[in-house]
């Protein structure tokens, strides 16, 4: 049960998606640009690590997550989880798992954001069932926001702002 929980909370914060109205060309979508950028958003969110800051997920326990991206539509989706508010205490667990992600279409969020939507596809528990989790995306410079919901067959309505995620930094750099 615990498991299913972990994994259910892994799910709800899972990255959130882009649609692309126009042709996919080798997985990436193409046309997906944010105002400011001159590349798809599936380019800028991935080929990289993206790592959130220390946040509460119930009392007592808090926890930092990160997103490793890749272009073929692959990630690996790790949460620490720490006894302190600040994240700096030896690890209580540490939980990875491997997801498949599809850039899908655009949402307006009830901030009034365009965020991307994206499907979600992992296996939980102990029968690995092969689940889709849909998520929004918001991408605003190097920072990723993720959608808030509690219903994983629904694209979320909202962003939520406290969990901010950064572009972490190649080893050497």
């Not at 939980?95 to 655009?106: C, E, F, M, R």
Request: aromatic residues 8%; hydrophobic residues 40%; negative net charge.
């Amino acid at each position: 049960m615990k498991a299913v929980w972990i994994a259910g909370g892994v799910l709800a914060s899972v990255v959130n998606a882009v649609l692309a109205d126009s042709v996919i060309s080798d997985g990436v979508p193409m046309g997906l640009l944010q105002a400011d950028q001159r590349q798809p958003i599936s380019q800028l969110v991935s080929g990289g690590q993206w790592v959130s800051n220390c946040y509460q997920l119930e009392l007592g326990q808090y926890q930092i997550r990160s997103y490793d991206f890749r272009r073929n539509q692959l990630a690996t989706i790790t949460t620490t989880s720490y006894p302190d508010q600040d994240c700096v205490q030896v690890p209580t667990g540490t939980v990875s798992i491997a997801v498949a992600w599809q850039l899908d279409h655009h949402l307006t969020t009830e901030e009034g954001m365009q965020a991307f939507a994206m499907d979600v596809q992992l296996r939980i528990g102990e029968s690995q069932e092969l689940v889709n989790v849909k998520q929004i995306l918001y991408y605003q410079q190097d920072h990723l926001y993720l959608g808030i919901s509690r219903a994983l067959n629904e694209y979320p309505h909202r962003l939520d702002w406290e969990i901010e995620y950064r572009r972490a930094k190649a080893s050497g750099a």
